[in-house]
Structure formats: structure tokens, C-alpha cells
């Protein structure tokens, strides 16, 4: 069982930066694929980016150079660095854990555990 918590949004102004954190549980986070989803208002929760057990990462095509997903396995966190943030990039961002030795994927339904979410707001 893995426990998500998201940490770190907030309001920002266009062009601007922040990065978010993913608190996880349990003492096997090290071997499990991770992601990141974000859902606006009265859209789909949509994939950003993910990062798999050994590092790799992959990413949508709205944030593609300027989203950076990173994971620091000895505090059990994930981060995703959010850079030339734009105010189509607002919504509530959500963590999500898949399994041990889980890959990056897109799609929603292969995500076990989620977070609460955080909100992002970007004002122009």
C-alpha cells in the first residue's frame, strides 16, 4: 500500500515557476512508476508526465520543455518543476502511484494510488 501527498501549488503569474512535491509512503516508493495528472474545470483529468522506477521520463506535448519530473528515492519524493507556466496550464494537479516496477502511463486507469491534488493557478 502507498500513501500520495501532494504539496507545493499555488497562484503564480504567467511565465513564472513552481514546483510541486510528492510525498510518498511505504519503503518500496524507490521501485514504483510514478505520475502526474492535472484536471481543469469542466475538463478530463489529463496525463502530464510520469517517471518510471529507473528514472526514465516521459511527458505530454503542453509541457514538453518546460515541465521537469525528477525523484529523489532516499526521501521518498517526486518533483515536478514547473517553468514558463502559462494560464492553460491552471488546474488541480494530482500525483499518482502505479505499481513496483511500474512504467510511465499515460493513461489514468493504470495508476493504483492517487493524492488528494494540489491546486495551480496561473494569472495573466
Known amino acids: 500500500q502507498v500513501q500520495v501527498v501532494e504539496s507545493g501549488g499555488g497562484l503564480v503569474q504567467v511565465g513564472g515557476s513552481l514546483r510541486l512535491s510528492c510525498a510518498a509512503s511505504?519503503?518500496?516508493?524507490?521501485?514504483?512508476?510514478m505520475g502526474w495528472f492535472r484536471q481543469a474545470p469542466g475538463k478530463e483529468r489529463e496525463f502530464v508526465g510520469g517517471?518510471?522506477?529507473?528514472?526514465?521520463?516521459g511527458y505530454a506535448g503542453s509541457v514538453k520543455g518546460r515541465f521537469t519530473i525528477s525523484r529523489e528515492n532516499a526521501k521518498n519524493t517526486m518533483y515536478l518543476q514547473m517553468n514558463s507556466l502559462k494560464p492553460e496550464d491552471t488546474a488541480v494537479y494530482y500525483c499518482?502511484?502505479?505499481?513496483?516496477?511500474?512504467?510511465?502511463?499515460?493513461?489514468?486507469?493504470?495508476?493504483?494510488?492517487w493524492g488528494q491534488g494540489t491546486q495551480v493557478t496561473v494569472s495573466s
Open positions: 499518482a502511484a502505479s505499481g513496483p516496477y511500474g512504467g510511465i502511463y499515460v493513461s489514468a486507469e493504470r495508476y493504483n494510488y
Open positions: 511505504g519503503r518500496t516508493f524507490s521501485r514504483y512508476g
Open positions: 517517471i518510471n522506477w529507473s528514472g526514465d521520463t
